[in-house]
C-alpha cells in the first residue's frame, strides 16, 4: 500500500518536472519579462514626448528657420503619439517597424533641433532651455538602455521557444511565435546628425 502512494507520489513529481521542462512555466515567464521590458521602452518614449510639448514652447521664438524644424519635430510627435504598439502586437514585425519608423523620425528631428541651439544666443543662455536639454539628452540615454533591455528579454524569450524541450510547450500549449525586436530602422539613425551651421554665412 505504501508502495503504491510512493510510487503514484514518483510519478506525479516525474509528470511535473517533465511538464515542466517541456517549457509550461518557462515560456510565459520569459514572455511576461519581455512585455514587461517594453513597458518600460514605451515609458521611456512616452516621457520624451511630454518633454518635448515644454521644449518646444521655449524654443519657438528663436527664429525662422528654428521654427522650421521645430515644426517638423511637432509633426514627428504627433504621428510617433498615433501609432501605438501594445504588448499583444510584439510578435507582428510590421507593427513594430511602423512603431521604430515614428520614433525613429522624431529622434532625427530632434537631433537637428539641440544641433541647431547653436545658431541661437537666446536660448543657449535661457536657463528653462538648457535644464530641459539636458534633461532630452538623460531621456535618450534612458531609452537607449530600455531598448537594449528590451531587445535582451526578447532574445531570451525568441531562445525559449525554439530550443528542446521548451519548444514543446511554446507549440503544443502556449502557441507562442517570436516577438519582434527593437533597431534601427534606417541605416546609421543611431548616430547624431551633423549640420553644417556655416551655411547661411556664405549666402
Not at 537607449?144 to 530550443?163: L, P, Q, S
Request: negative net charge; glycine residues 6%; hydrophobic residues 40%.
Amino acid at each position: 500500500m505504501n508502495f503504491t502512494k510512493i510510487r503514484r507520489f514518483a510519478l506525479v513529481a516525474a509528470a511535473s518536472l517533465g511538464l515542466a521542462a517541456c517549457g509550461i512555466n518557462s515560456v510565459p515567464t520569459a514572455e511576461e519579462a519581455a512585455k514587461a521590458k517594453w513597458a518600460d521602452v514605451e515609458a521611456a518614449f512616452q516621457e520624451r514626448s511630454n518633454l518635448l510639448a515644454n521644449l518646444g514652447e521655449i524654443a519657438t521664438s528663436a527664429s525662422d528657420r528654428e521654427g522650421g524644424i521645430l515644426t517638423d519635430v511637432i509633426e514627428a510627435r504627433a504621428k510617433a503619439t498615433s501609432v501605438q504598439i501594445s504588448a499583444d502586437d510584439l510578435t507582428d514585425p510590421d507593427k513594430m517597424a511602423q512603431f521604430q519608423a515614428a520614433q525613429g523620425q522624431l529622434s532625427q528631428g530632434l537631433g537637428r533641433l539641440m544641433l541647431n541651439v547653436e545658431r541661437y544666443p537666446e536660448l543657449k543662455s535661457n536657463d528653462n532651455f538648457l535644464m530641459l536639454q539636458g534633461q532630452a539628452e538623460g531621456i535618450e540615454n534612458k531609452i537607449r538602455i530600455a531598448i537594449k533591455d528590451y531587445n535582451e528579454a526578447v532574445r531570451v524569450y525568441n531562445t525559449t521557444i525554439r530550443t528542446f524541450p521548451d519548444t514543446i510547450g511554446a507549440n503544443l500549449i502556449h502557441g507562442a511565435e517570436p516577438m519582434a525586436s527593437y533597431t534601427a530602422v534606417t541605416e546609421g539613425a543611431e548616430v547624431a546628425e551633423r549640420l553644417d551651421l556655416g551655411t547661411d554665412s556664405e549666402n
